[in-house]
């Protein structure tokens, strides 16, 4: 039963067919032997056979191919000529035979055995009913007609139904095709022939039998060349039809599907399948995507085995397939770059902003849009000293932090540099968006180690919420029409908005968020309205310069000023340099500033200088920026010469690392060569380490007042002034405290060992005539009673 159930619908008509034919030849050889067995020189038609049915006339049909053997010409003169069990049993043998020595599968050369008995008994007892054989006359021409129309039909209809089934092809489109009455009428022709070779020998002499040979080899040769020409156009067409589709493909896996067809139209295969297994033995297959290893392999064709011709077009098939993969994947890759960050394989900016649009339109009802614009502090100082592969690891820690921070769903995207985003959408809450806010600052707080040192590398956080439309409106005003232009315009305004806010919580002193305000946008705005006024600046006058003294501590001798830049701005009121010289900077306006800067303090410097009747100091802050070419050194060198000309001393700021800005370095010592002072300004707030101080040729170091400020309250701070003063020492580097702000500090200072002070306490910054009025004593007196009020103009705030 089990194996019953296993045998195919086809297979059933095959082995039917094979039964019937073998009833049906045993059921003749009794009549056969009563005949006495004669076969005589019928026993020629069996060579005759063999070598006419290797030359079949093929039409190919998608789901198989139907044969169809001119050998019918033989079946009709043996027909005419013999009994009809002679004929049979001859016709048998030599179909059986052909069938032997046939290159088919031993099931298709079965089934066609089978159907040759079958359908030849069936032509010849209908031959024989008509009658008329043996003698020349039109009954005996309608016999061998009918017969021959008679064998074709029942070929005809066996083999494609038997195709039908195996193929699952539908059988009407095996059956009735456009081919049929051709290949009838060339099947006709070809039993006339025949029985030509019957008509000839009756009437005239058996040599013209030998004329014959000539029409029937050229008929066999043209089906030949008909079958190759037809087989190559269907190649030919399915593999172009195969190339159209791989180039309209949409995924690997839809042209994956979509080949299994082609290699079945290719080779005109019932079945063709992607499989791990290579083919087996009677299959053929080719292997497809080099990586996964997997081949696509057909079944054997029924009628007809592989030759070399269709290994070449499965090879032609699987060459298209490949190039469209590899072209698959190069635009799956591309697409990747287009739309990722390449370090990190966070969404880029374009698919953050696509991103936020989708989530704006496709939000649940009562739910909220946050965007988190997160800018890294203090990330530039780290990838000046460590290079971009130190930097590189902090953006890829940072990517991995900021990601554990948001829920499935979420976009996190690098912007570009070190801004990120995240993307929160369909908040219930949008509380929510400034609790994920709170953990990003938490989660970046986490020092960083690069090369043994813990980075204070935080995060600040501009939070923007896009609130959800409210449900009920007591007035009722029209809907407002949504378009792709306005979700992309509302899109953009969200993350400008959250970008707003980063820089809101940077001012606000870095490490923390910010959440957004309307109010943000017109600051933002007065920003860069402030810049443009800040250009040119100087050339209105606008800018202007106050001096603050850097007094011995010994002896309360002022050593010289620190020039301090101000902008009495036109409409804000004297302006400090917190309030435009990061906006200057950063618009590489500070080049421009020091033209004017430079010789501005150096000619003070002589007046103060001459009124003094000594070299006075004067220090001048400049920004790493401005050490990048050597413009600052020309500057210096065009200063004209001045009998009071004062000793110039450069401020450069230690949270800038000038040890990684080779040319600055090599500036700096230019700069010492021709005679200027360095001084390490704000020291102990950056990352220096004694091996900077020792390598950048400084000549003053200025310690932060974020160290004198303790003094006097906390022994901590005490000691850590005390241990920086030693360390200064150690380098024979005069010192100077910034931010004296009481004279108490003056003697702890001065028992640590520091040399120079600098602060309010001992002289705030003044125009350069209260420069010129503290000089007129000469020395500071360390009595609070007796520190003068500058006489400068009073200062706004920034
Ligand atoms: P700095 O070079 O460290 O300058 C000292 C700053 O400390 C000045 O602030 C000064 O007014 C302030 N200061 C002095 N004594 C005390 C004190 O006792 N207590 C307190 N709280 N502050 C004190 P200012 O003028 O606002 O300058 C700030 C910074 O701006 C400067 O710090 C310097 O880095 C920068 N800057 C000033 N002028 C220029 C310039 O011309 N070019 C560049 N690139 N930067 C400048
Ligand atoms: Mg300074
Ligand atoms: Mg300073």
């Not at 009735?176 to 030509?196: A, E, N």
Request: hydrophobic share 50%.
């Amino acid at each position: 039963m089990v194996a019953l159930r296993r045998v195919k619908p086809y297979q059933a008509l095959d082995l039917l067919v094979v039964a019937l034919g073998i009833t049906a030849l045993l059921l003749t050889l009794p009549r056969w032997a009563a005949d006495g067995c004669p076969l005589g020189w019928g026993l020629l038609s069996i060579p005759i056979v063999m070598l006419v049915s290797a030359f079949p006339l093929v039409l190919l049909r998608p789901g198989g191919d139907v044969e169809i053997g001119f050998d019918a010409a033989v079946l009709v003169a043996l027909g005419v000529l013999l009994p009809h069990s002679q004929a049979l049993v001859l016709w048998s043998i030599a179909g059986i035979l052909s069938q032997v020595i046939a290159s088919k599968r031993l099931w298709a050369r079965m089934f066609n055995a089978g159907l040759v008995i079958l359908v030849g008994g069936l032509a010849l007892s209908i031959m024989t009913i008509i009658g008329g054989l043996g003698h020349t006359s039109a009954r005996e021409f309608v016999a061998v007609l009918v017969g021959a129309a008679i064998y074709f039909t029942a070929d005809w209809l066996i083999t494609g139904l038997s195709l039908a089934l195996e193929s699952g092809e539908r059988w009407h489109r095996l059956l009735f095709d456009r081919d049929l009455p051709v290949s009838m009428v060339w099947f006709l022709g070809i039993s006339c022939i025949g029985y030509l070779a019957v008509l000839l020998p009756r009437s005239l002499p058996l040599w013209t039998l030998s004329l014959l040979t000539v029409p029937t080899i050229a008929m066999l040769v043209a089906a030949r060349a008909v079958r190759r020409a037809s087989e190559h156009q269907v190649r030919l067409s399915a593999l172009f039809d195969a190339a159209k589709s791989a180039q309209g493909a949409e995924s690997p896996s839809a042209l994956l599907d979509s080949l299994t067809g082609h290699a079945r139209r290719v080779l005109r295969s019932s079945h063709a399948a992607i499989r791990v297994a290579p083919p087996a033995e009677e299959e053929i297959g080719i292997r497809i995507g080099a990586e996964d290893g997997r081949w696509l392999v057909c079944a054997p064709r029924s009628a007809q085995p592989y030759d070399r011709a269709d290994r070449r077009a499965l090879a032609a098939l699987a060459t298209i397939v490949e190039e469209s993969l590899v072209r698959m994947r190069m635009a799956t890759e591309m697409t990747a770059l287009a739309t990722s960050d390449p370090l990190t394989g966070l969404a880029n900016r374009t698919v953050f902003r696509q991103r936020i649009a989708g989530a704006l339109e496709q939000r649940r009802p009562g739910t909220h849009v946050a965007v988190l614009f997160c800018d890294l502090d203090d990330f530039k100082p780290v990838n000046d000293r460590f290079g971009h592969e130190g930097g590189d690891v902090v953006l890829l820690t940072m990517a991995n932090r900021l990601s554990r921070c948001v829920r499935e769903g979420d976009t996190v995207a690098r912007l570009g540099g070190d801004e990120f985003a995240l993307l929160l959408a369909n908040l219930d809450d949008p509380l929510e968006a400034t609790r994920v806010a709170a953990r990003v600052v938490a989660a970046a707080a986490d020092p960083i180690y690069l090369a043994g040192r813990a980075l204070p590398i935080g995060v600040s956080v501009g939070v923007a919420v896009d609130l959800a439309p409210s449900k009920t409106s007591k007035v009722q005003t029209r809907a407002k029409p949504v378009t792709p232009e306005s979700i992309a315009a509302a899109a953009s305004t969200l993350l400008g908005n959250a970008d707003l806010a980063m820089y809101q919580a940077k001012a606000k002193g870095k490490s923390g968020y910010q959440l957004f305000a309307p109010a943000m946008r017109t600051e933002r705005l007065s920003r860069i309205e402030l810049l443009e006024q800040l250009r040119g600046a100087a050339g209105r006058g606008e800018l202007l310069l106050e001096y603050q003294p850097v007094v011995d501590l010994a002896s309360g001798v002022i050593d010289g000023f620190e020039a301090l830049l101000r902008w009495q701005h036109p409409e804000r009121g004297l302006l400090l340099p917190a309030a435009f010289i990061p906006l200057a900077e950063e618009a590489g306006l500070l080049t421009e500033i020091g033209d004017w800067l430079l010789p501005r303090a150096y000619a003070d410097g002589c007046t103060l200088s001459a009124f003094a009747e000594r070299q006075l100091n004067i220090g001048v802050n400049v920004s790493v920026r401005q050490l990048r070419d050597d413009h600052v050194l020309d500057l210096i060198n065009g200063l004209p010469y001045h009998r009071h000309a004062p000793q110039l001393m450069l401020e450069v700021t230690e949270s800038v690392f000038v040890e990684d800005e080779p040319y600055a370095l090599s500036l700096l010592e230019r700069l010492r060569e021709h005679g200027v002072l360095l001084a390490l300004d704000d020291f102990g707030i950056g990352y220096s380490s004694v091996a900077y101080l020792r390598n950048v040729p400084f000549t003053v170091c200025k310690i932060d007042r974020s160290f004198t400020g303790g003094l006097g309250q906390d022994p901590r701070a005490d000691a850590l002034c005390r241990a920086v003063l030693a360390m200064c020492e150690s380098l024979t580097l005069p010192a100077v405290a910034e931010g004296i702000e009481d004279l108490d500090q003056v003697t702890m200072l001065r028992a640590a060992g520091c040399q120079f002070g600098q602060g309010f306490a001992l002289g705030r910054p003044g125009d350069v005539y209260y420069a010129r009025e503290l000089l007129r004593n000469g020395r500071i007196s360390l009595e609070p009673a007796a520190i003068p009020a500058p006489r400068a103009p009073r200062l706004a705030r920034p």
